[in-house]
Structure formats: structure tokens, C-alpha cells
């Protein structure tokens, strides 16, 4: 049994006050199954990641319905959640259940509504991914990450101007990309004469409140490889301590590099083998991290690199975040970790346009949730 | 934030065993966008310190200055306010830092 992505669909990504949850999946939806070429009464199971609709919008219970406003009635579903990583855990849940035998074709979902709601209430809201502690101080996942930020910077000898290099790649990219929250670019000097939001990070390091959703079809197959399909050869998820005060070393997040040594294993291949990844860049010091947790660019190094255009579209070894990334094509938590997924399956059957990653065959995406308490890293071929 | 008194009285136990505790800021960062219920205290310093036992906790500064926020500085655990109650809620109080 081997799975494949069959089908893939996203929304435009922003802020889109006109448009509800409902028609946001809808849209999503209807987009993964005409891509697919399946109908809807071919699926056997629905995974919807999400995080914030309880505490925000007073709506849980959303298997039941998504199913409901999609005519699955009957249908089993079921609403994953863990943060910001919420999206890639559906899948890997969706993944597990095919593998298992106990479904054939799932449905997976990623859907998130931020805007409806107050700056403070978001950011409340998003804390409810941190411990106690991180709440009881007043942070907030900008905070988080900043506090990341510097002790990274110390250790490595790393300025704000270096850090600050990686939205212009992110920007760079979502230029190309018309779901993208921000199709436009951005020069170092705008990003650095941003305004600060948790000191060292600038507004224009920090990924954005958006509302979006992705969906995608994935199906188990015996035998022969599937015609337009997209092959999910390894999907491992890790976790780590909830608080950064849990951490010894705050210059890496030990689930990301748990997650991609098992899911490396699994799949056979080694980091230089990846010819185009979504990685989760919610901060610049998330995206630079990544890079080095996942063994693109050893530690210290990478935004040597980023600067040099190491991870930009033709010249890039691998590509990263060809779809502008969460900083820039935007960050509806739930859906996240499934754009990503949609995104990498785009790139591999050749059909990404203005942002193709040329000759692309090996897809990664890596999902992290909260301040790298759980992350996934999937991997995928042509 | 929600209070709960009871999580309030729960938590004292942690609280007080942290108390006139010291150490040392290993990393920190200003809050300039907080979340509901922190408005007026913005903008804020967090520190994460590394107490003399080695035990890691993340508070609020206080009493602070600009000189203050450097890796290294010897700090004190505090028992502070932690957000302006409503009218008729408990006051929540917790733990802080101050620099000594």
C-alpha cells in the first residue's frame, strides 16, 4: 500500500472578511476533488486541522460540519489539532489511517479565520499553544521566537540586517504567487525600518493574521504508481518540551530535527537529495532554524546562504518556500501545514508557472507547532 | 487571560518556592504588541533566566533599564501583579523578575 496525493486545492490567502469558514473549505474542497477526478462519494474520511475556532469563534465539533456543509453526511471525521502545526498533523492522521487499512481515500483540511477577530484577541487566542508560564509573562509567539532570535544571533554572531535578509526572499517568491497574502516584494531596508514587535523582530520578520484554507485528497494504492498522483514516502511527526524554559539550547528546535532524521531514514534519501521544500517560517528565526535543523546548511551558517540566494527560485539547492512561505503567502494557522503540502505536490507534477521549481522529483514540508514543542516533516516524489 | 481562583491557589506552591530565588538572564526580548488583558503594561521586557539550581523560567522584568537587558544580568525573583483584575475578579499575582 502506498499513498498518494491525488488531488490538491487553496484559497487566496488574506484578509477576506466577506468570506466565511464554510465557503472558505468549500472553495478549497471543490478545487481538490475537480483536481482529483474523483467524486465526493469516494471519500471515506475527513481530517480537518484547525486550532483557533473554539477559542475564537465559540465553534467546535467541525468534522461533523465540514461533512455537513459538504454533503458527507455519515462520513467519519475528525478535527486535529496542534497549533500551528494543526494542518500537517490532519494529514499525517489522514496518512496513518490509509496505511492502516482502515480507510482508502481521505479527505484533509486546513482551515483557519483570524481576521473576524481583535489584534489582542489573536494573539491571547495563539498563546493557548504555549505554557503557563509564557502566559502568565505576558508573551506572546512573537516573543517566543524573539527570545529564540537572540540567543541565535549571540551565538553565531549574527546581526539583525542578516536575520532580517530572509523576508526578502520570502517576498521574493510570493511575488510570483497570486494566492499569496502579499504577492509583492520587499527590500531589506523596508524590513529593517519595520516597526518591532518583540525586540529583535520586526514587523516585516513576523508572519501575518490571515484567513485561508487548503484541502487535498489522499488515497491508498497497491501496485502500479498512480498517473498524476504524487507519492508521500515518509511523514514523521516529534515533539519536544511545551516551554522554551524546557530547552537546553535555544539555537534549534530538537522536534524538527527528530522529525527529519526518522522521516530522512524512512524515505532512504539525505537533505541534499530535496529539490524544493515549504518550510515554516513564521519568524525569520523560525525559517533559519529550519534550514539548519532540517540539514540544508549546517548550524550558523545558513543565512550566509540565504543571502547568496541559496534558497531562491533558480538558483536555489533546495528551493525554499516557492510559495512565499508563511510570512508571506500568509499564516491561517490550520491551513498552513496543508498549503504546504499542496504547494510541494504543485511543484513536483510541473504545473507551478511563474514559480516552478525546475526538474523538481523530492517535495518537503515541515509544520511546527508552537514554540517547536511538535513538528512533522513529510516527504514526497514524483 | 481567564482567571480561576481555584488555578490561582493551585499555583501558590510553585510561586512560593521561586520566590527571593536569583539568577541570570540567558535570553529576553521586549513585548510590544500583547496580547488581551496585558495592554497597559506595554511595552514590556520578558527575560528567560537561568536560576542558580539551574531551573529555566520565563517572567517579566521590572524596576528595569535600558542597561539592564544583557545576557548575564544577576536577577531576583519577585511576587508582582500580574494584569489589572475586573471590578469584582481576584487579583492575579505571580511571579517577576527584578534586576539586581
Known amino acids: 500500500m502506498k499513498p498518494f496525493v491525488i488531488g490538491v486545492g487553496v484559497t487566496k490567502f488574506g484578509e477576506l472578511w466577506d468570506i466565511s469558514p464554510r465557503n472558505l473549505v468549500k472553495e478549497a474542497v471543490t478545487q481538490a476533488l475537480a483536481d482529483s477526478g474523483i467524486t465526493i462519494s469516494e471519500i471515506d474520511a475527513v481530517f480537518v486541522g484547525n486550532m483557533l475556532s473554539g477559542v475564537l469563534g465559540n465553534q467546535e465539533n467541525l468534522g461533523a460540519l465540514y461533512n455537513d456543509e459538504l454533503g458527507l453526511k455519515g462520513v467519519p471525521a475528525f478535527k486535529i489539532e496542534g497549533a500551528c502545526a494543526s494542518g500537517g498533523l490532519a494529514f499525517h492522521n489522514a496518512l496513518n489511517s490509509i496505511l492502516a487499512n482502515k480507510y482508502k481515500t481521505c479527505l484533509v483540511i486546513g482551515v483557519e479565520k483570524m481576521t473576524d477577530h481583535k489584534p489582542e484577541e489573536i494573539t491571547n487566542a495563539l498563546m493557548a499553544a504555549a505554557h503557563e508560564e509564557e502566559r502568565t509573562a505576558g508573551l506572546t509567539f512573537p516573543g517566543l521566537y524573539a527570545i529564540l532570535a537572540r540567543a541565535y544571533c549571540k551565538k553565531y554572531k549574527i546581526t539583525e540586517k542578516d536575520l532580517a535578509s530572509v523576508s526578502v526572499e520570502s517576498h521574493y517568491h510570493a511575488a510570483l504567487n497570486p494566492k499569496a497574502q502579499f504577492p509583492f516584494k520587499v527590500t531589506l531596508k523596508q524590513v529593517m525600518e519595520s516597526n518591532y514587535i518583540a525586540d529583535p523582530l520586526k514587523l516585516l520578520e513576523c508572519s501575518p493574521i490571515s484567513d485561508g484554507a487548503a484541502a487535498l485528497i489522499v ?164 | 487571560m481567564s482567571i480561576s481562583p481555584v488555578k490561582i491557589w493551585r499555583h501558590q506552591k510553585i510561586i512560593s518556592s521561586l520566590l527571593k530565588r536569583k539568577g541570570k538572564i540567558i535570553s529576553w526580548t521586549i513585548v510590544r504588541t500583547p496580547p488581551a488583558g496585558y495592554e497597559q503594561e506595554a511595552p514590556y521586557p520578558v527575560v528567560l533566566v537561568k536560576l542558580d539550581d539551574g531551573l529555566r523560567f520565563v517572567g517579566q522584568l521590572v524596576d528595569w533599564e535600558e542597561k539592564d537587558l544583557k545576557f548575564g544580568k544577576k536577577v531576583e525573583a519577585v511576587y508582582r501583579r500580574i494584569i489589572k483584575p475586573d471590578p469584582e475578579g481576584i487579583i492575579p499575582y505571580g511571579i517577576k523578575f527584578r534586576p539586581l
Not at chain 1, 519568524?283 to 546562504?305: H, N, P, R
Not at chain 1, 503567502?329 to 504546504?340: D, L, M, R, T, W
Not at chain 1, 504545473?351 to 518537503?364: H, S, W
Open chain 1, 219 to 382: 488515497a491508498g494504492f497497491d501496485g502500479k504508481k498512480m498517473k498524476r498522483g504524487v507519492e508521500v514516502i515518509a511523514s514523521e511527526v516529534a515533539t519536544d518540551s511545551l516551554g522554551l524554559s524546557g530547552r537546553n539550547d535555544l539555537t534549534t528546535l530538537k522536534s524538527t530535527v527528530l522529525a527529519a532524521k526518522k522521516a530522512y531514514e524512512q524515505a532512504k534519501i539525505v537533505p541534499s537529495d530535496v529539490d524544493v521544500a515549504e518550510v515554516h517560517d513564521c519568524f525569520s528565526i523560525a525559517q533559519v532554524l529550519a534550514l539548519e535543523d532540517l540539514g540544508f546548511f549546517k548550524k550558523g551558517t545558513s543565512l550566509k546562504e540565504v543571502i547568496k540566494g541559496k534558497i531562491r527560485l533558480g538558483s536555489g539547492a533546495p528551493v525554499v518556500n516557492p510559495s512565499g512561505g508563511l510570512k508571506a503567502c500568509g499564516h491561517p494557522i490550520g491551513a498552513s501545514g496543508v498549503k504546504q503540502i499542496v504547494e510541494i505536490t504543485i511543484q513536483l507534477r510541473g504545473e507551478a508557472g511563474k514559480r516552478q521549481v525546475e526538474g523538481a522529483k523530492i517535495g518537503l514540508t515541515h509544520n511546527v507547532g508552537g514554540s517547536g514543542a511538535i513538528a512533522i516533516v513529510n516527504l514526497l516524489k514524483i
